[in-house]
């Protein structure tokens, strides 16, 4: 976890390497400070930051999650100085810090996650999941009931 000091660091963009300006979101319970480049208007987000932001929407489910040794990412984080890798969320691209779990999202990627999220596409699979486990329930239920009436009718 990172110290207040470290947090309260100005950080640079790693695309343009101009000194960031931090920015309050508001969200339920603590709002999250976020770090803006004023010349690309990209946005860095510290670990567990971007799920906060997104609130109740479901990221998790639509990231790759093949992080590798094989980085793609020209970017190096602007948090710890490691190097990034990508990640896709549909088609936005996500730059993640391999260290310490920051992500960073150029302009326009964070409103596309918002809309891909607010279209239903994380939501699909856990969607078919509960529907699969309720029909599961139900067949299990009517046997047991079905076997119930059976014993009761001899």
């Known amino acids: 976890m990172q110290s207040k000091k470290e947090k ?3 950080l640079q963009c790693p695309r343009c390497w101009v000194a960031m300006e931090k920015e309050e979101v508001e969200v339920r319970g603590p709002n999250v ?3 803006v480049c004023p010349k ?3 946005v860095w987000f510290d670990n567990n930051e971007l799920k906060k932001v997104l609130g109740d929407r479901k990221l998790a489910n639509f990231l790759t999650k093949h992080i590798g040794t094989q980085s793609k990412s020209k970017l190096v984080c602007p948090r710890c100085g ?3 890798d990508l990640e896709y969320a549909e088609e936005v691209e996500i730059d993640v810090c391999l260290n310490c779990n ?3 999202l150029d302009l326009g990627e964070l409103e596309s996650l918002k809309e891909k999220s607010d279209a239903g596409y994380t939501g699909d ?3 078919k999941a509960v529907e699969e486990w309720e029909e599961m329930m139900a067949k299990r239920r009517r046997k047991g009931l079905n076997s119930l009436f ?5």
């Open 8 to 10: 309260d660091k100005t």
């Open 33 to 35: 400070i976020i770090d």
């Open 40 to 42: 690309c208007q990209g």
């Open 82 to 84: 490691w190097l990034m």
């Open 102 to 104: 920051g992500a960073w």
């Open 125 to 127: 699979k856990e969607a």
């Open 150 to 154: 059976g014993r009761l009718m001899r």
